[in-house]
């Protein structure tokens, strides 16, 4: 059932930005996209969810092609801390999150 | 503000008992969901709550699982007969609107079933 296409890891080197890629070509008009991250032994967390336009907040940017069978997600300064399982997610409202197996990010000192 | 909770953190049964984990949602929430984690794997649905309405149980695995929130706040999933296939990370999460968009979860509890 999953919707969503990552690569099952990546890594980074600390201080620069982490581009966390996702297909999601069969998307419909009504899904969201959402990203949610999951720290070892800790529950996911929520970063950022976007429709058409690209999104920022205080943790990321979200960059979704004009197409919207693909997205970026944006972390621009990479810390330790920020290594991570980062779960790319299409969802129409009032359906269920279907969270895949997520990218492994690891962030290299 | 305290976040999701969840109790025990941490639960050891021998396989054919039965068991029962709280989740305590953040006060105010409408919604609330239950997810299974396998080790490896990300988080899959079970439940869903609207306030005390249980609206979403398509994700169960099967009839020993049973979910209730009856008074629209705290939540208590509980398994009968557990197996061994049970042991997982059980996760809830609770959303301040009905859609669930942004959900806040809790640390999970680790089922072990020997």
């Known amino acids: 059932d999953a919707k969503t296409t990552q690569p099952t890891s990546m890594d980074c080197a600390e201080g620069r930005a982490a581009n966390l890629p996702c297909n999601h070509s069969?998307?419909?008009?009504?899904?969201?996209v959402y990203w949610y991250r999951q720290i070892h032994s800790q529950g996911p967390q929520y970063i950022i969810h976007?429709?058409?336009n690209n999104e920022t907040n205080e943790m990321a940017s979200l960059i979704i092609t004009e197409d919207r069978k693909s997205s970026t997600l944006i972390l621009p300064h990479a810390t330790l801390r920020d290594t991570a399982v980062y779960y790319c997610?299409?969802?129409?409202?009032?359906?269920?999150?279907?969270f895949g197996t997520g990218t492994s990010l690891t962030v290299i000192p | 503000g305290a976040g999701v909770s969840q109790s025990p953190r941490y639960k050891v049964a021998k396989r054919g008992q039965d068991v029962a984990l709280r989740c305590d949602p953040i006060?105010?929430?409408?919604?609330l969901f239950w997810y299974q984690q396998a080790l490896g794997q990300g988080p899959e649905f079970l439940t869903y709550?609207?306030?005390?309405?249980?609206?979403?149980k398509s994700g169960l695995p099967s009839d020993r699982f049973f979910a209730e929130r009856p008074e629209g706040s705290v939540s208590t999933l509980k398994i009968q007969r557990t197996q061994q296939e049970d042991s997982a990370v059980y996760l809830c999460?609770?959303?301040?609107?009905?859609?669930?968009?942004?959900?806040?979860f809790g640390p999970g509890t680790r089922l072990t079933v020997t």
């Open positions: 976007g429709l058409k």
């Open positions: 999460a609770s959303s301040l609107d009905a859609g669930g968009y942004e959900q806040y």
């Open positions: 069969t998307i419909s008009g009504n899904e969201y």
């Open positions: 006060s105010g929430h409408v919604s």
């Open positions: 709550f609207q306030n005390e309405a249980q609206l979403d």
């Open positions: 997610i299409v969802r129409d409202y009032g359906n269920q999150f279907y």
